[in-house]
């Protein structure tokens, strides 16, 4: 079903006569980045962040993760996270976040997909082969096995933009994008 997209300027978090950010502006700041956090809830509602990467592809974000680390474990518990990227400069930049239920992948054929993209974005060191509903990389185990890894879409729900520059150019803003079910 398709989804509207609802933006709204948070005038409480933004300077006078700032303008909202785009969606297309924030969807190009999470296909370009190189480095994302996630946060995940651990089974006793700790949270648990971790940096990793991610490709941008259809209208969601896509991560991976091993079969026995921490995030997967949260996940199968509890399929809410939260993908976050930017920069460390408080003055310029374009921070992106984004809520969603983070949805394990198993087809093989989106799989393959989804490795080219991972190879194309991050280049050869990242060729991932497709098996059995999973990525598959030498990880220079012993004998060449290689190493499965989950896959995982999170399509927003609810994302923010924390856009810099109270300090510079009075441009500071909070943005916030929700996407409703059409009816």
């Known amino acids: 079903m398709p989804r509207d997209l609802v933006t709204t300027l948070d005038a409480r978090f933004s300077m006078d006569g700032a303008a909202p950010t785009s ?5 190009r700041v999470l296909e370009e980045a190189g480095t994302y956090w996630v946060t995940t809830v651990r089974r006793d509602g700790r949270p648990h962040v971790t940096t990793l990467q991610a490709v941008w592809d ?3 974000l896509h991560f991976l993760c091993g079969p026995t680390e921490q995030k997967t474990k949260n996940l199968e518990d509890n399929r809410s996270c939260i993908l976050t990227t930017g920069c460390n400069d ?3 930049g374009l921070d992106v976040v984004v809520e969603g239920e983070a949805v394990r992948i198993t087809d093989d054929a989106r799989l393959r997909v989804l490795a080219e993209a991972w190879e194309t974005k991050y280049g050869p060191a990242w060729h991932f082969n497709v098996r059995e509903g ?3 990389q030498a990880a220079g185990l012993p ?6 890894a989950y896959v995982f879409e999170v ?5 923010f933009g924390f856009r810099k520059g109270f300090g ?3 441009q500071g803003s909070q943005t ?3 996407w409703e079910e059409q009816a």
Do not use: I, S
């Open 155 to 159: 399509a927003p729900v609810k994302a």
């Open 90 to 92: 408080f003055d310029e």
């Open 23 to 27: 969606w297309p502006e924030a969807r």
């Open 168 to 170: 510079k150019d009075g």
């Open 176 to 178: 916030r994008w929700r």
């Open 134 to 136: 999973t990525f598959r």
């Open 143 to 148: 004998g060449g096995e290689e190493a499965p």
């Open 58 to 60: 259809g209208d969601a």
